[in-house]
């Protein structure tokens, strides 16, 4: 993901094995690198406080817990054609609410860069859920979902009449953001080059001795590549 790669991922690991840390961290690195600013997680809304606590304990990640009298208050402050969610970069939304027909529109034209699903097996099959979340996914660059990996659906191994919406149909058909994506990907791998070059430049510019073997151990590469 954070090679340029892909832009879509699903973690369906077991519970207690960092799944929200993994999202966390991969947020915060495409934050750094300027490829994802905005960004939405939508969870149950009794994990909204755990996601909040997290991302300011463990990465200082001010996101914003966003409810209904949340939301109205914030609204207050603003002139009346600007949309309140668009104000706020970093924000935590319960799926139920999200979902909710005076609340969807809004949330889907704030211009998310990156959209994290928890718990996506509950958002699968044909619902109100699912049809939120997949609206909300498929126009951001990046989305992440997960479920425990005990949840049989979560791994595909049923067939896709059995299941309903398979994780991918989740987290959003990635073909309206392809020129999105493509800018993404390009900008990854120009920001990996200019580490490779900084790297390369401290280990000239510093104080000890440097040869083409250093210079390949630092880029992680051979000799040859170096010459």
Partial sequence: LLGGVGTRLLIADDVGLGKTIQALLCAAELRARSLARRVLVLCPAGLREQWHAEAATRLGLPFRLIDQPTLTRLSATLPADVNPWSVESLAIVSVDYAKRGEVL???????????????????????????????????????????????????????????????????????????KRTDAERRARQCERLSRLLRVLRLILGPGRWDADSIARELECSPRTVH
């Fill in 105 to 179: 529109p809004a949330l889907a034209t704030a211009g998310w860069d990156l959209v994290i699903v928890d718990e996506a097996h509950g958002c699968s099959g044909d619902s109100d859920r699912q049809q939120a979340v997949t609206h909300l996914a498929s126009s951001a660059a990046f989305g992440f979902s997960w479920n425990d990996s005990r949840v049989p659906s979560s791994l595909g191994t049923q067939s896709p009449s059995d299941r309903g919406a398979s994780p991918p149909q989740v987290l959003g058909s990635s073909r309206p953001m392809a020129k």
